[in-house]
Nanobody, 120 residues
Framework: QVQLVESGGGLVQSGGSLKLSCAAS????????MSWYRQAPGKQRELVATIIRSGSTDYADSVKGRFSISRDNAKNTLYLQMNSLKFEDTAAYYC??????????????WGQGTQVTVSS
């Protein structure tokens, strides 16, 4: 089993920056992918950013150019650098990991979430 623990959320001013962390058990370099999702009250959970095993990244259009996903394999930690924050970025942010097993079996894991609130 993979355990994920997010941290770094808080209250920030519009236009400000924040860096989220996701500490994972195991070796994240072996994971198929790691992602950040977010969910605002009453809304669907949406994919924010993904990094796959090769290191390639992808971003939601709403955060492209402002957010950056990265990882530190030595620390088994995933990061989300959030710049130029907008009020619309306010949400609970969740860390996700997908492990790829032999035979093509994949398992999906979630953290508890960390709240990001951007003041307008």
């Amino acid at each position: 089993q993979v355990q994920l623990v997010e941290s770094g959320g808080g209250l920030v001013q519009s236009g400000g920056s924040l860096k989220l962390s996701c500490a994972a058990s195991g070796s994240i370099s072996s994971f198929f992918s790691m992602s950040w999702y977010r969910q605002a009250p009453g809304k669907q959970r949406e994919l924010v950013a993904t990094i796959i095993r090769s290191g390639s990244t992808d971003y939601a259009d709403s955060v492209k150019g402002r957010f950056s996903i990265s990882r530190d394999n030595a620390k088994n930690t995933l990061y989300l650098q959030m710049n130029s924050l907008k009020f619309e970025d306010t949400a609970a942010y969740y860390c996700n990991a997908v492990t790829s097993l032999i035979g093509g079996v994949r398992r999906n894991y979630w953290g508890q979430g960390t709240q990001v609130t951007v003041s307008s």
